[in-house]
């Protein structure tokens, strides 16, 4: 059964740095394009970044602070976060599925396919 699966999450100070990974089993990812999308409580889920074949992409919240990187040996993709801050306080959900399809592109729900369990990260001030 394909799956993903989050690790790396915590509670850490503002300022701090935390690394998210996203492991795949099951079946390879490595030709997926690969998001990470986070959820607070009582809002909507919401982009942060992706890597489309080797090109990363971000929401403009984390542009400069986020890094997204695969190793595609391992089928593993991973979310640097650097200089957290406690508005980045989420559950953090990785997704596997296309950069492309049907009007919508990779910043959407609507364009993946596999879900992880989700990590959460949370960030004192």
């Known amino acids: 059964q394909a799956q993903l699966v989050e690790s790396g999450g915590g509670s850490v100070q503002a300022g701090d740095s935390l690394t998210l990974a996203c492991a795949a089993s099951?079946?390879?990812?490595?030709?997926?394009?690969i998001g990470w999308f986070r959820q607070a409580p009582g809002k909507e889920r919401e982009f942060v970044a992706a890597?489309?074949?080797?090109?990363?992409a971000y929401a403009d919240s984390v542009k400069g602070r986020f890094t997204i990187s695969r190793d595609s040996a391992k089928d593993t993709v991973f979310l640097r976060m650097d200089n957290l801050k406690p508005e980045d306080t989420a559950s953090y959900y990785c997704?596997?599925?296309?950069?492309?399809?049907?009007?919508?592109?990779?910043?959407?729900?609507?364009?993946?396919?596999?879900w992880g369990q989700g990590t959460q990260v949370t960030v004192f001030s």
């Open positions: 997704a596997a599925g296309v950069r492309y399809r049907g009007g919508y592109y990779y910043s959407d729900l609507r364009v993946y396919d596999y």
């Open positions: 099951g079946q390879t990812f490595s030709t997926y394009t």
């Open positions: 890597i489309i074949g080797s090109v990363p």
